[in-house]
């Protein structure tokens, strides 16, 4: 059995949670997987604290996996439920944890350090912020590159990386033998983006509305764009007042709130550029579906991929006016016919479906 352990609640479905519950999904196929997560009564509270976000309920129960919530109960030692959950994490054959402190807290509560040794440390989350700004970020690194950090990472089985930055930081910084690199994926698509015969950019942005995700960075590029600039967002998190102020006064940006997954391919297909000018990412499972329907990216340069140059558009400084000159470099593109949401989903096919990726996940990361 595959344990796949995450502190948010799998219902809460961001990225890593979609990511974990699919593969589990799939996985599932040729060996028995459960998902653990811990109940959104005792997540909220670390969420509210450190994340600024709450974890609200976003997807049906009968969209999610072999499903195991751990509540309060669970943590009380020598309980049944202390007990069940205990035998749970001892009888997999591996455990695919995320590499945060929370679930290497669970971890170690219940599995022990003999636990440390079966399990794959999953780098959904930035290991290192490139630009710490907050009080947590600057904990948060400062914990990652701790001794302590570098000894977990050096007992676990597998560390699983998935970008380049992060596989160039270990090759540079860390000389482990268990780091292995397989990107995200996510599921081709039977049809493409249409490029408009117009004269407007059309701006896609889904995620968290977060400073995280750099939102108040999208926020002053819609400000000061031109109105031919048409923004779509999708998402919903802490900054959500402002981006529904922001739509009062520029009329060239629409909030659609909270898109399910099911209705998320209509937004993608009338866009031509998916905006995403976070600070901190692993590999953005957002950027993966825009570019399956064969959207162009412009993302900052604290989480470029290193994408084929005609498809990832990254800001050198993450300025207003940097990012505004990119989009007026793929204008120039859509105007002279450059664009290609074919040549995007055909690079796409290659690198990042699950039929080209699975079987290197598989084999790579859980030996099967």
């Known amino acids: ?82 007990f069940k959950t205990r035998e749970l994490f001892k009888n997999s054959r591996l455990i695919y944890a995320r590499y945060e402190v929370p679930e290497f807290f669970i971890l170690l509560y219940f599995a022990g350090l003999p636990g440390l040794k079966k399990t794959i440390a999953g780098l959904h989350s930035p290991f290192i912020y490139t630009f710490p ?24 089985k597998k560390i699983h990386v998935m970008n380049k930055s992060n596989l160039k930081f270990f090759s540079k910084h860390h000389k482990f033998d268990n780091v292995v690199y397989v990107p995200n994926s996510t599921k081709p698509q039977n049809s493409t983006t249409t490029i408009m015969q117009d004269n407007k950019l059309h701006i896609l942005f889904v995620g968290e509305l977060s400073k995280r995700k750099g939102v108040d960075r999208l926020i002053s590029v819609i400000k000061n764009s031109p109105e031919n600039y048409i923004f779509t967002l999708a998402g919903d998190g802490p900054l959500k007042d402002k981006v529904e102020a922001l739509t009062q006064t520029h009329y060239n940006c629409i909030y659609k709130g909270h898109v399910d997954s099911n209705s998320m391919s209509s937004l993608y297909k009338s866009n031509e550029i998916l905006f995403l000018p976070s600070r901190a990412e692993s590999m953005p499972l957002s950027i993966l579906e825009a570019l399956s329907f064969g959207l162009t990216i412009v993302d900052s340069n604290e989480i470029t991929l290193d994408l084929d140059k005609n498809i990832e558009f990254s800001s050198k400084n993450n300025t207003t006016e940097d990012y505004l000159k990119v989009l007026k470099k793929i204008e120039k593109n859509k105007q002279s016919k450059k664009l290609s949401a074919k040549n995007n989903q055909d690079y796409f096919l290659r690198n990042f479906s699950r039929e080209t990726v699975d079987p290197i996940l598989y084999k790579e990361v859980f030996e099967i």
Not at 33 to 54: E, G, Q, W
Not at 133 to 151: A, D, P, R
């Open 1 to 82: 059995m595959i344990l796949f352990l995450n502190f948010a609640p799998i219902e809460f479905m961001g990225g890593a949670e979609k990511w974990m519950n699919e593969t589990a999904k799939r996985i599932n196929n040729q060996e028995h997987s459960t998902l653990v997560s811990v109940d959104k009564s005792i997540s909220s509270i670390y969420s509210s604290l450190v994340l600024d976000r709450k974890f609200d309920s976003r997807a049906n129960s009968k969209d999610i996996h072999n499903h195991t919530s751990l509540d309060i109960q669970c943590f009380f030692p020598f309980t049944s439920k202390w």
């Open 133 to 156: 700004e907050t009080f947590f970020e600057k904990l948060h690194n400062k914990i990652y590159q701790s001794h302590l950090s570098k000894k977990i990472l050096s007992t676990v």
